[in-house]
Every structure is written in C-alpha cells, then in structure tokens.
C-alpha cells in the first residue's frame, strides 16, 4: 500500500521465503478484507481460486443448524483461501514492484523510538543490516522483537488463557460439506473447514497438556466422526494427514499499540483464540489504519492518524476480542463445570435459532473489520 503511494519502506523477515510461503494458519478471510487485497493487486488468484461462502453450520445436540450469514449481513460473505496463500501473493507483488524485502533476516534491536529517527538493526548472512527510517511498523508476531523494544510501564498487557487447545490437521480428503462445521459435542469442539476442493482442515478441542503422540490417526478421525456427525449426515471424508500440530488458546490485548514512532500491528499486539476467525483479518485490519496515518502523514503533514492510530485500532481489536471469546466460549463444553455447560448450550441454541441473535454473529463473523 505504501509502494503504490510512492513511500518507500524496508521489510525484515527472520523466516525463508520458503518456509513463510509454506506456514499453514488461518483460512478464513472476511468480505472488507478481500476487498483491501484486491484493491492493493494482491487479490486476484483469491478471487480465482478461493471458495466463497454464505453460511457456517453450528451441530449441537446431534443435530445441524445453519446460520445463513449472508442473508443476515446485507449479501455480504466470506472467502475461504489459505493464510499461506495470502503471504505467498503479498511477497510475489513485492517483488514484482522491485522493492526491498529481506527474508532471513532476523531484526535484533529497534531503537530510538522516542526520537523521529528510529534505526532498526538486523542480522543478514551473518552481517549487521541497519535501517534508518521515519517509522517502524512492528508486524513480527507475538514473540518479535517490538516487544522488546517497549520499555516496561509503557503499555498494560491484558490476558485469557483457556483450559483448552486445538489440534489441527491437514488431511487430503475432499470436503464432506461445502461450509464450515462447528460442533459443541460433550467430548469437547470440533471444527470441520476445507482449503480447496481436495483438502480439508480439521480442528479438535484437546486438553491444554495432551501431546500429538497421544493422537494417532485413527483416535483423530474416530472423535472427529463422533463430534461432527449427525444422525442425517454420519460420516466424514478420510485421507492421509498431511499436517498437524497443536495450538494453545488464549487472548491477549496491548494497550497502547504505538510507542513513540513504533507502531504495533497484527499479532505483536493483539492475540484472539481462532473459533472467530479473527487473527488474520485483524493484522490486515491494522495495517489499513496504519497506512492511512502514515499517507496522511508524508502527504498532507498530517499527524492526526498517526495519533489516533492506537484508539482507533483498539476498538475494533475489543470487539474481535469479545467476540472470540463469546465463540470460544460458547462452543468448548467445559470439562468441570456444568453450570457453565448449561449456559453454553443457552447461548448455542439462542444464536443459532433466534434470528437477532444470529444476526449479530453474521455481521460480526463476516465482516468485524470493516463495522464501525
Ligand atoms: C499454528 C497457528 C494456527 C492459526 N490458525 C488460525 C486460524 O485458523 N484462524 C485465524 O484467524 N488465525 C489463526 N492463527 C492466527 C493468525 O495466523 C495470526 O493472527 C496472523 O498470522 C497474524 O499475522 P501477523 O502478520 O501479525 O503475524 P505473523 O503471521 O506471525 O507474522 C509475523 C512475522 O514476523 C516474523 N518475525 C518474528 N520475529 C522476527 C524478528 N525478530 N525479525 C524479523 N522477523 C520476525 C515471523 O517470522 C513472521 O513471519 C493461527 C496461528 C498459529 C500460530
């Protein structure tokens, strides 16, 4: 976005090419954020290859509801394409643009935040690269280095972890269903998703401490047949297992997300627990903000959204947030406390049978990003 505005920036990968265009994470991409990409040039192969959809399933019970998002949020949908396929798009529109983009190089310092001259200092084939620049945007992930560069007391760290995670697999197996599937089950959650039409990405609820070799291929399978099953529709696709890994779940919020000329964006600043959708969308979200701060800035002098960058950030972070949470709690049974179940399936049954209920969702589901 800066590039296609005439702003010349620098970006640091710790990561290879290789390995960045091959990191499975997130799928699902809302209605604003599709739109940013392809308003950027990044968005063509989306358009093409990504499966829009208009509704998720919600099973609970053993049986099926569909909420039909599009009906309730103005026509508007979702794209589901990879998060890799998304990085792969950004990094080939870079370099087509011919501007600067280091991959393995890992940035060790930011300094001089405070001052209008920050420096940022990387490791590249064993050398010292060091940028100067204006500003830094610190898009590295929760465990970069921005965080190091905030000094303690200059911002509140805020919390969640759950008493849960998920095990995801990468199965080649085609889709059983063309629309997502979220399962409540008294063992735990279950998320049916695909990438294309010849693989699926499968998600369980698992206890925080259990390990993958406590998860063989079939005990996988087996329990995801029994949480996502319903009488009308028993059986799911098999395949072989491509990937698979587990994820712990938790939330967390960075207040403010800029110290000095450091701009928080994305993961560095925010994590949400995946039930929403949320992450990928959200970093996307942020850099949007930014870029306009950063344009008003250079074009008109102005340092207005600059100033707001974090306020305005953080509102739409919160409601991520919030919703998140009310997905993640809503559908991970609770394996001690059954006044707690008890809500949850009120709350599940509420969402998926009310229609103001469900609404709200919709709208939330498809397109947080762009509600003010
Ligand atoms: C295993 C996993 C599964 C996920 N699944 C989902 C999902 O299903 N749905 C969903 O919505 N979200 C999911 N997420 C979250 C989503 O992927 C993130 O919210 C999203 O990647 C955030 O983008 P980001 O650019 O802020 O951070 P990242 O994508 O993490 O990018 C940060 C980059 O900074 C680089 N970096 C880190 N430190 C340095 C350094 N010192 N120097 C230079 N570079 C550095 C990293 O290599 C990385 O490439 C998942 C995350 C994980 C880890």
């Given at each position: 976005m800066l590039h296609l505005e005439g702003i010349e920036s620098v970006i640091l990968e710790q990561r290879s090419r290789e390995y960045v265009e091959k990191r499975v994470r997130a799928g699902v991409i809302e209605f604003g954020i599709a739109n940013l990409l392809e308003e950027v040039g990044a968005g063509e192969r989306m358009r093409r290859q990504g499966l829009v959809h208009r509704g998720i399933e919600f099973r609970y019970d053993h049986g099926a509801h569909r909420i039909p998002l599009s009906e309730l949020a103005d026509g508007r949908s979702y794209t589901v394409y990879g998060q890799q396929e998304v990085v792969k798009d950004l990094i080939a529109l870079r370099v087509a643009q011919g501007a600067p983009l280091y991959f393995d190089a890992e940035v060790t310092s930011i300094e001089g935040?405070?001052?209008n001259s920050p420096t940022v200092e990387a490791t590249l084939d064993g050398e010292l690269l060091r940028v100067h620049a204006d500003f830094v945007a610190?898009?590295?992930?929760?465990?970069?280095?921005s965080h190091r560069a905030l000094p303690e007391g200059a911002f509140r760290r805020f919390e969640r972890v759950y008493p849960f995670s998920w095990l995801g697999i990468l199965a080649e197996a085609p889709p059983a269903t063309e629309e997502l599937i979220y399962a409540r089950h008294e063992n735990g959650f279950a998320l049916y998703s695909m990438r294309s039409p010849s693989i699926s990405r499968l998600y369980l609820g698992v206890?925080?401490?259990?390990?993958?070799?406590?998860?063989p291929d079939d005990r996988i399978w087996d329990e995801l047949s029994e949480r996502l099953s319903t009488d009308e529709r028993p059986e799911l696709n098999r395949g072989p297992i491509l990937e698979r890994g587990i994820t712990s779940m938790r939330s967390v919020v960075i207040e403010?997300?800029?110290?000095g000329r450091l701009f928080l964006a994305g993961d560095a600043a925010h994590i949400v627990p995946p039930t929403g959708a949320k992450g990928m969308n959200l970093a996307l979200g942020d850099v949007r903000v930014l870029y306009e701060a950063v344009r008003n800035f250079y074009q008109?002098?102005?340092e207005s959204l600059l100033d707001s960058y974090s306020p305005t950030c953080l509102e739409r972070v919160w409601r991520a947030e919030e919703f998140s949470n009310y997905m993640t709690q809503m559908l991970h049974p609770n394996y001690e406390d059954d006044f707690e179940n008890g809500v949850q399936r009120a709350r599940l049954r509420q969402a998926a049978e009310t229609r103001e209920a469900a609404t709200v969702l919709s709208r939330n589901y498809v397109d947080l990003n762009s509600l003010s």
């Open positions: 935040v405070t001052t610190g898009c590295d992930g929760s465990f970069g280095a206890r925080p401490d259990d390990s993958l070799e406590e998860w403010p997300m800029r110290f008109k002098d102005d």
